[in-house]
């Protein structure tokens, strides 16, 4: 088994209160339904699309190979492997304020360990982006001055200059890219899963 670093280990540099398995989500919301699993998860996701490995293009998530040690073993503690498959899944984050911090509503997203989202990359900035609830539902996404930028569709964000996300934006950083999903469209991506 060839040795991976931790850049070529994507599903290990993300820690968050919880990294989810869309395959699972979507096996829960067909087992209590649309109604419970909506009061359960009543915010917004970010669904992980690539991860670039180097400037020539991006990985697919959705064909990492995952192999957990024991049965027992949660999803984020298994390693990236070479060999065969044991277990492939999409990554997702769901947007959720934790504890960690004093920054109020904002969900905030940063490789120091008291961000709600910690990506553990040394591009990422220690308080990179804030995602910020508005009264409508809807979430802004502001950087926060970090070095090697956030760009949302494309464009890179100015300093504190908040952008209106809505279902489908794509949001990079660094080498990572996400798909943000707003709570209802996240219910209908999960029911078009097998």
């Known amino acids: 088994m060839a040795k991976m670093s931790n850049e070529d280990r994507p599903d290990i540099n993300i820690a968050t209160?919880?990294?989810?398995?869309?395959?699972?989500?979507?096996?829960?919301l067909r087992q209590v339904g649309k109604v419970s699993f909506g009061e359960k998860y009543p915010h917004p996701f970010?669904?992980?699309?690539?991860?670039?490995?180097?400037?020539?293009?991006?990985?697919?998530?959705?064909?990492?190979?995952?192999?957990?040690?024991?049965?027992?073993?949660?999803?984020d503690s298994a390693e990236?492997?070479?060999?065969e498959p044991s277990e492939t899944r999409t990554l997702?984050?769901?947007?959720?304020?934790?504890?960690?911090?004093?920054?109020?509503?904002?969900?905030?997203?940063?490789?120091?360990?008291?961000?709600?989202?910690?990506?553990?990359?040394?591009r990422v900035s220690k308080l990179h982006c804030v995602f910020v609830p508005q009264?409508?539902?809807?979430y802004h996404l502001?950087?926060?001055?970090?070095?090697?930028?956030?760009?949302?569709?494309g464009s890179r964000l100015e300093k504190n200059e908040p952008v209106t996300l809505k279902t489908g934006d794509e949001i990079e950083f660094c080498r990572y890219a996400f798909e943000y999903f707003n709570t209802q469209d996240f219910i209908e991506e999960l029911r078009r899963m097998p």
């Open 80 to 83: 990236s492997v070479t060999e």
């Open 92 to 122: 997702c984050i769901p947007l959720v304020k934790s504890n960690r911090n004093a920054y109020g509503a904002k969900v905030t997203l940063g490789r120091a360990r008291n961000n709600d989202i910690v990506i553990r990359a040394s």
């Open 142 to 153: 502001m950087d926060m001055g970090s070095f090697n930028g956030t760009k949302a569709n």
């Open 46 to 75: 970010l669904k992980v699309n690539a991860f670039r490995k180097s400037k020539s293009g991006f990985i697919e998530p959705r064909t990492m190979i995952l192999q957990r040690k024991h049965k027992s073993e949660s999803v």
């Open 17 to 28: 209160t919880s990294t989810l398995s869309m395959e699972a989500l979507a096996a829960e």
């Open 135 to 138: 009264a409508d539902g809807n």
